[in-house]
């Protein structure tokens, strides 16, 4: 029983949610925490939903981030299937889907992100699909059989990965993307042409520079996807993967500060002392590029899930780290270090066509800000030490496989 009246609630019973729950009492907190998720089931992963879950090799069991009995054992609170509707600053409360209140010390919002939508004629038919939750994991993955015909509209991560794992199942795919290459807006075109190539060689057909004029059906479901030229691509279902958006309504109609995301500091802090936010629908300092950003990955859910608990609790701060990201596609791991802000070169290591190299991008002054890391997990966890310690290093150096990591590290 607890003994200290102070409670904790937390919108949102996502990876972030989830994390910060299971680290305040890592950090000793004494009190109630109320861990509220609209969805029906507890805190899971959502990376394997585009790659393993959906090709049936991962079990339920698996995609749960912790078992069901550490939230009891834990005297962690979760409500399932409850929405956190509304936020009252004044009174520190939440209202609820289910019509209670709750009083709170501290809030954490972890509401991420969902799908983006797009307006398009057919978009409400049956068989157009997004991926964002595991039930729509579920509605795509009954789609998949040998002979379905997919069409992905847009070719960024999960688009590319829901592909591969669509071509393992033995589905036909196309890929639909606007710009003049896939994963245009988060990878430099050495890497694009790389998968754009992986894909092709593996039977997907990619198009791009294509506009989608709209969805078209028979009898309420999709039947091919009418592109601006013309031209209609056949499907039995569509997944439509444009990148997701920071769901921060509560927070903004609270009154605190958003920006495409809930503003907050390295304590994952907002503008209200009571108020922490953490996870994708937060808009957070990027300190290595004295910027602020949102970060839509795991290890930024953990890492804020930790600020947020650390604060809470009064333990010191975690030292920031260099933002990660992964993704898998057949059988090619890439592994993305930092980000490539304000840079002028990309460095190649090892050989791009033997499908194991590393791009590093540097500044004018040879600063490493990123490492795009494809089958080659030494460059990338070298990379990340290289670019925590802001160190320069030259293109020869770089190219040069007789110099090890470790010597380029340190
Ligand atoms: C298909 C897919 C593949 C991915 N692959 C990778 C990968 O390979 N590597 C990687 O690093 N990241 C990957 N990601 C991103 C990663 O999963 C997210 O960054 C991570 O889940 C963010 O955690 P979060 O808790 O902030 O948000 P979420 O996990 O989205 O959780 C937020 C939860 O809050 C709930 N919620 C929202 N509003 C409310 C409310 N008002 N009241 C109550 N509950 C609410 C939502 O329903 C949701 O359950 C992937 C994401 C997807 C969808």
Not at 4 to 10: G, T, Y
Request: glycine letters at 10%; proline letters at 5%.
């Amino acid at each position: 029983m607890n003994q200290d009246s102070r409670h904790i609630v937390i919108a949102g019973a996502g990876h972030a949610g989830g994390s910060a729950a299971a680290m305040l009492r890592q950090f000793g907190w004494p009190g109630a925490i109320t861990l509220i998720g609209e969805e029906p089931i507890p805190p899971y992963q959502r990376p394997p939903l585009s790659k393993a879950w959906l090709k049936g090799e991962a079990t339920a069991e698996s995609l749960a981030l912790r078992p069901a009995a550490f939230y009891p054992d834990a005297t962690i609170d979760l409500r399932l299937a409850t929405r956190v509707t509304a936020i009252d600053r004044a009174a520190k409360a939440v209202t609820l889907s289910d019509g209670g209140t709750l009083r709170y010390d501290y809030l954490i919002l972890a509401s991420g992100a969902r799908a983006r939508r797009l307006v398009l004629p057919g978009a409400g038919l049956d068989g157009v699909l997004e991926l964002r939750s595991a039930a729509d994991a579920d509605r795509l993955k009954a789609a998949l059989r040998p002979g379905a015909r997919l069409a992905v509209i847009g070719g960024g991560y999960i688009g590319l990965e829901a592909a591969a794992s669509a071509r393992a199942l033995g589905a036909e795919v196309t890929i639909i993307e606007r710009e003049n290459r896939v994963l245009a807006r988060v990878a430099c075109s050495i890497l694009s042409d790389f998968f754009q190539g992986f894909h092709r060689a593996r039977g997907v057909t990619i198009e791009v520079d294509a506009q989608v004029a709209a969805l078209e059906g028979s009898g309420g479901r999709v039947a091919g996807v009418r592109l601006g030229d013309g031209r209609l691509i056949a499907c039995d279902v569509a997944l439509i993967g444009v990148g997701a958006v920071a769901n921060d309504e509560l927070a903004r109609d609270a009154g605190l500060t958003c920006l495409n995301g809930i503003v907050v500091d390295l304590a994952a802090r907002t503008d209200d002392p009571a108020i922490f936010a953490i996870g994708d629908c937060t808009s957070r300092p990027l300190p290595l590029y004295e910027r602020i950003g949102r970060l839509e990955s795991v290890p930024n859910a953990l890492e804020q899930a930790k600020q947020a608990a650390a604060m809470i609790c009064g333990k010191p701060p975690p030292t920031p780290e260099v933002p990660w990201f992964w993704s898998d596609q057949y059988d090619l791991r890439l592994q993305i270090a930092g980000m490539p802000f304000d840079t002028t070169e990309i460095v190649v290591r090892g050989d791009v066509a033997s499908g194991k190299f590393a791009l590093f991008h540097l500044t004018a002054d040879g600063t490493v800000q990123a490492v795009e890391a494809v089958n080659a997990a030494t460059e990338f966890m070298g990379g990340r030490r290289i670019i925590a310690r802001r160190k320069r290093l030259t293109r020869v150096r770089i190219e040069d496989m007789s110099v090890s990591m470790q010597e380029l590290a340190t």
